[in-house]
């Protein structure tokens, strides 16, 4: 084996890496290889890349304007109201998550009856907001004829459980916080669902129902994370509640709730 070979992560004598199939399998980081105590140059250079795109994911700021023409593109006819956490800026948010989790003070929302409200959470990446927030809830509404949905508010600085004080400012039955979840070495534009039934501030996070991951085509597809999330807000509509006495198991889900 060569010097180059080994900086390169390749192994066999041809230079042919047979680790080739199982990393192209998987987006996790696996069969890195060795180069001597350390990992090989290639790889290396793979992590660091990835570590940067992750901190520009955290700290990319949340455009509203874009969101605003991806959820018309996307066939959305709601209105798009705005609000912001007591976080000031993306450096205090990152440093007291408390914060993100309170509606700035004098925030005021329209008050109604809906039942359901869905709240866009820049979270931890506005990334995942901007690329995939305006698919998934296009892919929502488009399964809940009947439904009354409160307009959509799009949160600055916003933690999941912001949600809640929002929800119970509309009149809404439920709030669905759609959040760009944390990056990862391999998923900087996650976005996660939160389902919470009765929102209002001091709700536990075993309270909440969570749909993870979606990123199609890496993650869930938006057409399969709407099933879901319908589903579940179906059976919390029935049940009256949401968290760890509502599964998405199917046989958990009470009669027609699928």
């Not at 041809?14 to 350390?38: E, K, Q």
């Not at 359901?116 to 931890?124: K, P, Q, R, W």
């Amino acid at each position: 084996m060569t010097a180059s070979s080994r900086r390169n992560g390749h192994f066999g004598g041809s230079g042919d890496d047979p680790w080739a199939v199982l990393r192209n399998a998987t987006r996790a980081r696996v069969a890195l290889g060795r180069a001597g105590d350390g990992l090989p140059t290639a790889r290396e250079l793979e992590f660091r890349a990835a570590h940067a795109v992750a901190r520009d994911a955290v700290h990319t700021a949340l455009d509203a304007e874009r969101v605003r023409e991806a959820l018309r593109a996307a066939g959305v006819g709601l209105d798009l109201l705005e609000v912001r956490s007591q976080a000031p800026d993306r450096a205090t948010y990152l440093q007291r998550p408390d914060l993100g989790r309170r509606l700035a003070d004098g925030t005021r929302l329209p008050g109604g009856e809906y039942d359901v409200a869905l709240v866009l959470a820049d979270g931890l990446s506005p990334r995942a907001v901007h690329e995939h927030a305006a698919g998934t809830v296009a892919a929502v509404l488009a399964r809940l004829p009947g439904w009354s949905v409160a307009p959509i508010v799009l949160a600055h600085q916003a933690r999941v459980a912001l949600g809640d004080p929002v929800g119970q400012a509309l009149g809404a039955g439920i709030v669905v916080v759609v959040v760009g979840e944390r990056p990862g070495l391999s998923s900087a534009d996650s976005l996660g669902l939160y389902l919470t039934h009765g929102p209002r501030p001091g709700r536990a996070d075993s309270e909440r129902n969570c749909i993870s991951n979606v990123r199609p085509p890496h993650g869930l597809g938006y057409a399969q994370a709407a099933d879901t999330l319908v589903a579940l807000l179906q059976a919390s509509r029935q049940l009256g509640a949401s968290g760890v006495v509502l599964k998405d198991e199917g046989a958990a889900l009470p009669p027609g709730a699928g």
